[in-house]
């Protein structure tokens, strides 16, 4: 790191955090055994042991003198396993043992390039970068051995930690010994022989999690728990606006009488996260908490005051009703109108979703401070430390080069600790007391208050067919808020029309169905916007957008006369653009089919139901079209029609995403994903009332139950391709499929999320009446 920490820092000592330092970063995943020492060698001929080599075969890792490998995982972990993951890569790779490798989750640092953790990109994007690291140390450590022995490379092979021969064995630790140096270029990387996939030992197989122990021994030390002597606790007075809101003046009397208060603090945010914040301090949560609501507040508010969901939604369909409004995608031939125009038949129909929270079980927390060396440590959990910093910057007036983000488990992101504002108010309050450490702690409703949820959506489709009931055209009309736009409008492209898009927002509109002429528009909700902070959510813009794509697929399907199954198939052909662009995209929508009729499969899809019961598909190509994670879903619902009641008794998902490099992990993404989808189905979404999320707690905000999962199974589709990301795809074809359930079981339609049982009965009794 640039910066290290040091004992004295702020006159702290090492038991003053509940997180050890590390040279090279955070390692809260398991003991560090550093430089651990080899037993003492004899004078027979043997290498000696000199304890402190380390040798860095590239900045993702090192190897000690004992023949440790410390892997540098710049990923966040919530939950995840997202280090094991990528340690097996590299320690496959370069042919380590297994029980000599340990991860290290590093602090923020400009060498470590982009630092984020979010669009099912963390095993992908790792993939080709942590296998070159491991065959740079392989083919290193080789050369070494061979040197040693006067011998062929070629004669020796690396294996289970040590390089072997004819002339004997040497273990990885004592090459290390010899004082290694060997660096590569990056053409010397890219040009670096890669083991076959089919000799790959640890990568698929059944191995010790590194993460695991300290989790279930209670070891594990989570952004909540950091703490350092002589902080101060901050609790935040939040405004009834989340923009536009400015504070006229403020009565702290009745909150001195609070024990342990110290004062409030107006926040100065030149950021703009957090306008009309003020920062209650105290010496403990609790003093901080009772005192806050003792302090009398009189904002001015702003102009999102008196916006509702309804104004939300309403103005995205005024926002789709203009043409010239949002930008087209390049899909091919976006020229729909002429084809529309000579159709024989069209179908077109509406589906609407509602703001929905992140609900992280770990409330949002920061602890900041300046040490004595003028830097700015930043304790927290964060997903995206390359977005955050520039803000952090922002808001203290300082230097990036002068803030270290402090790596921490995460109790859960969902996307939510990808916008870092969280931490700016405990930065500024940090500021205001002269760099004094300031550990900030949202309360629940707070957190959710601040919430930067997944906006309300409004999208419109439309479908033309031929004489022959053959799709020949397709538009996909898409509006919401727009968190790209919002938080870091240069990661947005530009469509055909030289207009950019939130590609978080629009992502799985541009499917690989063929259907002719096709025109997919995307249109940023300029209300929701300038009302909360729109954020990424799990499953991003494809938790919506294949809500709609998937249930009017099914919907024209029943128009047209066929097999909801066979029209899909009909249309998933690897031709043009949809056979594949890319590595991890090779063999495009045939790839799709195939999963797609493997969940029908599982599930018995035209066999006869009891009467209520219904079984449902969709399917889904994940996230990007350039990354794309291929999942077929099948569910079995049965509805009971008196209350409207829906009960998801299976929920079976085909998945094909690549090789599979942690098959336990893969396993518990893709089952909490649908399971999240589930809930997002049927449970989850809140309203905008008086320009706030109505719901402030899990009382009213009622996610899925245990009592409420049905059974899942998860079948993976053996490839030989490259790995694809698993953490959201499975996401996003669950509530199609559970709608399309609920129509084959009662023949109704449901396109508004959540399902809730009081819309499936009044459909009922419109359909009855």
Known sequence: MSRMFKDNAMGLTRRGFLIGMTTAGVSFGFPRHVLAAMDPATSDGKILPSEGDIYEPSLWYTIDSAGKVKVNIIRAEMGQHVGTAIARILADELEADWDDVEIIHVDSDPRWGMMVTGGSWSVSKSWPVYRQAGAAGRIALIEAAAKVWGVDSADCRGVKGKVISKKGELSYGQLVQLGLTRQFTEDELNALPLKPNADLNLVGQQVKALDVANKTMGKTVFGIDAKVEGMVYGNPILPPTRYGSAVVDFDDTAAKKVKGYQKTIVLDDSSGSVPGWLMVIATSFVAAQKAAKLVTVNWTEGDAKNVSEADIIEHGRSLLGDDSKGSILDTGNVNTAPVFAKANEQFTQEYITSTVL????????????????????????????????????????????????????????????????????????SKALGGKPVKML???????????ARSASVQQLKIAFDDNKTVIGMEHHATAGWPTQVLVPGFMPKGVNDEPFDPFSIAGADHWYRVGAQKVRAVSNDLANATFRPGWLRSVGPGWTNWALESFMDEAAHFAGKDALQFRLDMLIAEGRNAGSTPVAEGGAARQAVALEKAAEMIGWGKPQAPNKGIGLATTFGQEREMPTWVGCAVQVHVEPNNGLVTVEKLYLAVDAGIVVDPDGAQAQCQGAALWGLSMALFEGTEIVNGQFKDQNFDRYTPLRIGQTPEVKVEFIASTLPPSGLGEPAVTPVAPAIANAIYNAVGVRLRKLPMSPADVKAALEQKNA
């Not at 952090?392 to 969902?414: C, H, K, P, S, W």
């Not at 949202?442 to 930067?452: M, V, Y």
């Open 358 to 429: 992140h609900g992280q079980m770990e409330p949002l927390n920061a602890l900041v401070f300046r040490n004595p060396d003028g830097v700015w440590e930043v304790h927290s959990g964060c997903q995206w430390q390359s977005l955050t910093l520039p803000v952090l910057a922002q808001a203290l007036g300082e230097d990036e080069a002068n803030i270290v983000l402090r790596t921490y488990m995460l109790g859960g992101g969902f996307g939510r600790r990808l916008n870092g504002d969280y931490t700016i108010p405990a930065a500024l309050a």
């Open 442 to 452: 949202l309360t629940r409703p707070q957190d959710i208050q601040f919430d930067s």
